[in-house]
């Protein structure tokens, strides 16, 4: 409650962010916190871990709801069905999560096994997000997954059956990628009937395999098509755009991103995980310890915490559009001042320059990005970077 850069009215929602870390092989393109499974997986100490970690950060949400969880990675599907029940169990043991809470698990087909989806289902997962990345053996093979498309296919039968909702996530402008073989992997996709789509055009990150040894990918023009082809399949398939990348049938969009994309709170327990959390009078970003075992000895420590640091005023407005722009509907002009303790006179010199370039549309109660402005959306929240 001590004096700080903000003064926020209402705390917004909070969520649940829990990373294992561990995967099968290193994807080339991959530049999140993964590491190559070396023998069994430390279930045990893990979960451990996971549960000094979040005891240790109860202090900070104390007395918050918590309005949605997901588990990521690494390949958190890796994990048991019977683990993944501990974790889930450990959760509710020691936070409140809202009646109908949302609990997504990450799963990739390389650890399919079948009925193993289920079982995760029985633990209490209420939502599967499947890595596919396309159904293309080729494809597959030049961004180096571990699973073919047989594979693929296999899982999502397995996840239709299993959950009453799930995501696919697929990428495009693959190395080779033409738009016809991008045109059989939105089909094929389209044809499971999925409740939520995730695409993604794959970019080349520093320090990754493809930073090093760059693969000959789709020109822009070209990648750009394959844009207008997602989003005339993904229409005609019943699916709306609702987020840059995310196309969903209704009552199916991810709760969880849209928390992360209305500028919602999130705590992150787990190897390398990030939080941003909101006080009356500041919002701090914390970054746990990366490396697995360091992370786990310092877990057990009360010590899970690296790096903790209190978001400058002037850098408030640029992450709240750096995500709010991405999605279709944009955000309300009060729900800026609510998420931020910034009044809308601070926004208001590149809001005139967004709609004068024809970035967004805006009435007097809500922003959003106009069709040139989600093709150029880099430029658009450029706009309200502090000088």
């Not at 698990?105 to 079982?119: I, M, S, V």
């Not at 049938?249 to 991103?257: A, F, P």
Request: proline share 6%.
């Amino acid at each position: 409650m001590r004096p700080g850069v903000m003064n926020l009215g209402a705390l917004p929602p909070l969520a649940l962010y829990v990373h294992l870390p561990w995967c099968l092989k290193k994807c080339p393109y991959c530049d999140f916190n993964s590491h190559e499974q070396q023998g069994g997986l430390p279930e045990a100490a893990y979960l451990a871990a996971l549960r000094a970690d979040l005891e240790a950060a109860l202090p900070f949400i104390w007395g918050r709801r918590i309005h949605s969880v997901f588990i990521g990675g690494g390949t958190p599907s890796l994990f048991s069905p019977e683990a993944i029940g501990e974790l889930i169990a450990d959760v509710r043991a020691r936070l409140p999560l809202e009646p109908g809470c949302e609990i997504t698990l990450e799963a990739n087909p390389g650890t399919f096994e079948r009925d193993r989806f289920r079982g995760y289902r029985q633990a209490g997962v209420t939502r599967l997000s499947i890595g596919v990345q396309s159904f293309n053996d080729d494809k597959l093979e030049a961004i180096g997954r571990v699973h073919d498309a047989a594979q693929a296919q296999a899982a999502v039968e397995e996840a239709k059956d299993s959950f009453e909702t799930f995501n696919l996530d697929l990428m495009y402008a693959l190395p080779g990628q033409t738009l016809a073989e991008l045109r059989e992997d939105v089909a094929q996709a389209l044809s499971f009937a999925p409740p939520h789509l995730s695409i993604y055009h794959l970019t080349i990150e520093a320090n990754t395999w493809f930073a090093k040894h760059p693969p000959v990918v789709p020109d822009d023009d070209t990648a750009f098509d394959m844009l207008d082809l997602i989003t005339a399949e993904t229409e005609r398939a019943g699916l709306a755009r609702y987020e840059v990348s995310a196309f969903a049938q209704r009552g199916h969009h991810c709760q969880h991103n849209l928390n992360y994309w209305q500028f919602g709170d999130y705590l992150g327990i787990g190897a390398g995980a990030h939080s941003k959390l909101s006080f009356p009078h500041r919002v701090v970003r914390q970054v746990r310890w990366r490396e697995p075992q360091t992370y786990m000895a310092k877990a057990a420590e009360g010590q899970a915490i690296s790096n903790d640091e209190e978001v400058k005023r002037d850098a408030l407005a640029f992450e709240f559009m750096l995500n709010a722009l991405r999605l279709r509907d944009g955000f309300e002009l009060a729900r800026f001042t609510e998420r931020t303790g910034l009044p809308l006179s601070s926004i208001a010199k590149p809001l005139d320059e967004a709609q004068r370039r024809g970035f967004i549309g805006r009435d007097f109660a809500r922003v959003w990005p106009t069709a040139c402005g989600f093709d150029f959306l880099s430029d658009l929240q450029a706009l309200f970077l502090s000088d």
